[in-house]
């Protein structure tokens, strides 16, 4: 009989490896494991399970698998409604300057210009108020990978108590 800790170990690894696939490879701008902070931040642990008086059992069948990410996995998740409570400018910063991005006019009067940071937050932030931004459904699909891995192991521990505990019925028949 495997360790639970180990097994719910695996299916938590399981469920950000299929997370990350799917935002690796779907999608318009697929993200990149080398350079996304996102995907860096995935982890899973698994907490000790409690008894009905909240004192620790250790890793039996109560213990938990948490799993994090970052705070704006939702918002890559489900995507931003048009017309919705605009990002605060600094988060929009934070972005532009980690990005290295700078901004340019193209056309028209001051052509080739550059433009401050804050005109170009001020642009992205009305522009994902105009337009919002689109989702990427990818808890589900991993949730429900891990829970088919779940089952199997279910089934596959069930088995395996069965046949335990036939083994030792039909030991115990006297003769």
């Known amino acids: 009989m495997s360790d639970i800790r180990d097994i719910l170990q695996a299916i938590g690894e399981a469920i950000i490896q299929h997370a990350i696939f799917l935002l690796e490879s779907k999608g318009r701008y697929p993200l990149d494991r080398s350079t996304s902070r996102l995907l860096k931040s995935f982890r899973a642990e698994v907490k000790q399970g409690r008894n009905a008086k909240g004192q620790f059992e250790g890793f039996t069948p109560n213990a938990q698998l948490e799993l994090y990410a970052l705070e704006y996995w939702k918002w890559v998740d489900s995507g931003r409604k048009p017309f919705t409570k605009k990002i605060p400018l600094r988060y929009i910063l934070e972005w532009i300057k980690r990005k290295k991005?700078?901004?340019?006019?193209r056309a028209g009067k001051g052509r080739g210009r550059f433009i401050t940071d804050n005109q170009l937050a001020y642009m992205i932030q009305n522009s994902i108020?105009?337009?919002?931004?689109?989702?990427?459904?990818?808890v589900q699909a991993a949730f429900d990978e891990g829970q088919r891995l779940v089952e199997l192991y279910l089934d596959n521990q069930l088995l395996d108590d069965m046949t335990y505990e036939l083994d030792r019925t039909f030991k115990d028949i006297p003769n």
Do not use: C, E, L, T
């Open 129 to 138: 108020y105009k337009k919002g931004i689109q989702g990427r459904p990818f």
């Open 101 to 105: 991005m700078r901004g340019r006019v």
